[in-house]
Every structure is written in C-alpha cells, then in structure tokens.
C-alpha cells in the first residue's frame, strides 16, 4: 500500500512562532508538491520539489526534499494569521503507473492565533 | 499558474436525482484530469483519472456507473453523479495536470479547480 505520513495532523500556534510539518513513505518519489488549502477552495500548488536534498524557499516558508526522496518537510517561519489553512502534501512515486497520480498526505490543520 | 475552473461552485439537489459537474482548463490544454472527494477537514480522496479520447480509471471502491466521467475534450471533463443520495454530498474537486518540461513524470504538476459543493437533499 502506497502511504505518505503527514504529521501533525493538527497545530494551533501563537503569531510569530516556527513550525515544521512532515511527510514521509517507505517509498521514493518521482517528485513531491506541497500545497495550501482554505476551506470551501481548492488546493493552492506552493511549491514542487524533485531532486533528493532539494532545497526551496518561498518568503517564510522552506520547503526540503529528503536525500532519498522518501521525505520533505515544511517549515514556516514567524508565523502568520494569514498562514492559517489546511497543508497538504502529495508525490508522484517512482513506481507507479505512467498516470502520474498524485498520493496525498492526510493534511496538517494550521491554526495561527494572533 | 495555470487556471482550471469549475461549474457549479455549489448544487442542491433532490435524492435520486442526477447532477453534472463540469472541470476546464482555462489557458492550457490537458490530456489527463483528476477527480477527487473531500470531506470536512479531511485530505483529498482520488477517484478517478480522466484522459481524454478514452474512458476513465477509476479508484479501487467508486462504482463507475455512479460517477460518469467523461473527457470529451482537452479542455473539458464532466462527473455526473447519477442517482444522487444524501451519502454522496461532499465537496468534489478536480484537477488538471501540466507538463512543465521534459517527459518524465516529475515534470507534471497539478493544478486543482476551486471545488464543487454537493448537497443532496
């Protein structure tokens, strides 16, 4: 079964604190996306990450690709009300069917209280 | 990015009834377009693959005949629930992949409509 572990699944945090979000698979992917999501809108695409120990930066927020493509993380610095939202991830694995499906991560609630 | 819409943002509709759902791409053309079921604070559940020309590849457990999808164009898939019961109110959202370069699969992204609201009443 093709699974990727987000964690938390929830977090509520103060205005101008640091966060680290998770997702990992026992499996490789091809390439992982993060995403943001507010409630009644479809998913935003942040950010794309491909290469193994891939770093990416977008304002505060620091996307990482694991070396072995198994894992990334997001990390969310100072932050911000206006971060509140759900936070998914989703990857391409590497053995999967030529469709390019995305598997997604369960999501991680971000509640930033001012 | 690219822009993918769909119609209606949101429908009500009686038990029994059928509702079409329509996913554009708006300035690219897309062979393959998604589907996916989302519940209340829950991540998104695929349901089916959508290409164009030829029929779609449902996910293990969505009963195809009904959630009718059809591909009829690059810039165009339709799901029709058929039969709609209370169960299958949810939010349903598509999405439209992109070739950003190369052929390889790390260089599709995908792009996702705002969402339909489904009630069945």
């Known amino acids: 079964t093709q699974l990727l572990e987000q964690s938390p699944q929830f977090l509520s945090i103060q205005e101008g604190e640091n966060l680290t979000v998770y997702c990992n698979s026992s499996s490789v992917f091809s390439s992982l996306q993060w995403y943001r999501q507010e409630p009644g809108e479809g998913p935003v695409l942040l950010v794309t990450v491909v290469t193994g120990g891939e770093v990416k930066k977008l304002k505060r927020l620091t996307f990482q690709f694991g070396d072995a493509r198994k894992d990334s993380s997001l990390h969310i610095t100072a932050a911000q009300p206006g971060d509140t939202g759900l936070y998914l991830c989703a990857g391409v694995y590497l053995g999967s069917s030529n469709t390019g499906k995305l598997i997604f991560g369960q999501g991680t609630t971000l509640q930033v209280k001012p | 990015g690219a822009v993918v819409s769909q119609h209606p943002s949101r429908v009500i509709c009686k038990s029994g009834t059928s509702v079409k759902i329509e996913c554009r791409s708006l300035?690219?053309?897309?062979?393959?377009m998604f589907w996916y079921r989302q519940f209340p604070k829950k991540s998104l559940m695929l349901m089916a693959t959508s290409n164009e020309g030829s029929k779609a590849t449902y996910e293990q457990g969505v009963e195809k005949d009904k959630f009718l999808i059809n591909h009829a164009s690059l810039t165009l898939s339709t799901l029709t629930v058929t039969s709609a019961h209370p169960e299958d109110s949810s939010f349903y959202i598509c999405?439209?992949?992109?070739?950003?370069?190369?052929?390889?699969?790390?260089?599709?992204?995908?792009?996702f409509g705002p969402g339909t609201r489904l009630t069945v009443t």
């Open positions: 300035d690219f053309q897309a062979t393959t």
């Open positions: 999405s439209a992949r992109v070739q950003t370069s190369g052929r390889a699969l790390s260089s599709y992204e995908q792009y």
